[in-house]
T-cell receptor, first 114, second 116 residues
Framework: AQKVTQAQTEISVVEKEDVTLDCVYE???????LFWYKQPPSGELVFLIR??????QNEISGRYSWNFQKSTSSFNFTITASQVVDSAVYFC???????????FGTGTSLTVIP | GAVVSQHPSWVICKSGTSVKIECRSL??????MFWYRQFPKQSLMLMAT?????????EQGVEKDKFLINHASLTLSTLTVTSAHPEDSSFYIC????????????FGPGTRLTVL
């Protein structure tokens, strides 16, 4: 079974619109870590955020914000006032303490149209 | 954050040849290194995990005789694709981490392999 599900395969928005990328995860561990990465066309993964399972506070960093809801096992990512440079594939990932690997979602390809 | 480099960044080779990809942790000692493969428009798939000084652990479906992994030092791991075929063409990404710490995995920039 998929441990990380990103149901949105592709999203297109017009510049300056807000967009939310969904991520739902599955784990039996009580301690785990969640991540978001951006992968632009160059291919290099860009780290965006890490959240541990005990910290349910939402986080805002500039135009980016993250909503972590343990009750629904979701870790959604919102980009406010999107820009063309935000166009990329975004991956959500889970890391469990009991293992030693990352589980990546299938990614959401975001296109911001000027 | 910690830096991981990969060399080469891209490589084109003929079918049947072997290709070696290097992964280096530049400013930290990576006791564990991971190798991923990513096909176009797909997610990263873990190929193998290697701990320094020991044999790599391969994921199900990954041929260990075809994808040779060596992790001889705390700063260098290599992936050799032996007798490469066009279906091996992919984007290969390595990452370095510290054993037992699953929240610290630093990714390299990737190597794009094209087998003609």
């Amino acid at each position: 079974a998929q441990k990380v599900t990103q149901a949105q395969t592709e999203i297109s928005v017009v510049e300056k619109e807000d967009v939310t990328l969904d991520c739902v995860y599955e784990t039996r561990d009580t301690t785990y870590y969640l991540f978001w990465y951006k992968q632009p066309p160059s291919g290099e993964l860009v780290f965006l955020i890490r959240r541990n399972s005990f910290d349910e506070q939402n986080e805002i960093s500039g135009r980016y914000s993250w909503n972590f809801q343990k009750s629904t096992s979701s870790f959604n990512f919102t980009i406010t006032a999107s820009q063309v440079v935000d166009s990329a594939v975004y991956f959500c990932a889970l890391s469990e303490v009991t293992g030693n690997q990352f589980y990546f979602g299938t990614g959401t390809s975001l296109t911001v149209i000027p | 954050g910690a830096v991981v480099s990969q060399h080469p960044s891209w490589v084109i080779c003929k079918s049947g040849t072997s290709v070696k990809i290097e992964c280096r942790s530049l400013d930290f000692q990576a006791t564990t290194m991971f190798w991923y493969r990513q096909f176009p428009k797909q997610s990263l798939m873990l190929m193998a995990t290697s701990n320094e000084g020991s044999k790599a652990t391969y994921e199900q479906g990954v041929e260990k005789d075809k994808f040779l992994i060596n992790h001889a030092s705390l700063t260098l791991s290599t992936l050799t694709v032996t007798s490469a075929h066009p279906e091996d063409s992919s984007f290969y990404i390595c990452s370095g981490g510290l054993r037992g710490l699953t929240d610290t995995q630093y990714f390299g920039p990737g190597t794009r392999l094209t087998v003609l």
